[in-house]
């Protein structure tokens, strides 16, 4: 497999892209998703471009490398990105947009309690646990399947 150190590793994925052309024309093969960039295989090593390198979408070829390289952060990495995280809020941009995506969506009885709970800063203890789940337990199902 050759490692993105190679000198042969950016040759060879311009040379994918030029035979093959840009992943973008292609769907990812792992999910739905348009794909994004050209992966290569990691059983293969890497020398031809029509079998060794498939067309991935982002977040599957993050997952791809992760699981079969076995990426593991660095103390350092994981220490920059909670201290990025740390004090972010979303914009109300994206909130209205959250919300927009959320609109007409019928919530459960129990998310909206669990909403409720949240926002008054409980969280659920085990007690509660167990009266919820005796509650949708013995809720009953109308002749077409849905819950009363």
């Known amino acids: 497999m050759l490692r993105p150190d190679d000198p042969r590793y950016k040759h060879m994925h311009r040379m994918v892209r030029r035979l093959r052309g840009p992943a973008s024309e292609c769907q990812c093969v792992r999910c739905p998703r348009q794909a994004q960039v050209w992966a290569q295989v990691h059983t293969e090593d ?9 067309p991935l979408c982002r977040s599957c070829h993050c997952i791809y490398d992760r699981v079969n390289v076995g990426y593991v952060q660095s103390p350092q990495h994981r220490a920059r990105n909670k201290a990025a995280k740390q004090g972010w809020r979303p914009s109300p941009e994206h909130l209205e947009k959250l919300h ?3 609109r007409g ?6 998310h909206k309690d669990k909403i409720a709970a949240a926002r008054r ?8 646990r167990q009266k919820m789940r005796i509650k949708v337990m013995e809720r009953t199902r109308d002749s077409e399947g849905r819950f009363q």
Do not use: F, H, I, L
């Open 46 to 54: 890497g020398t031809d471009p029509w079998a060794d390198y498939v």
């Open 100 to 102: 927009a995506s959320r």
């Open 105 to 110: 969506v019928p919530m459960s009885q129990e």
């Open 121 to 128: 800063g409980k969280r659920w203890n085990t007690e509660s």
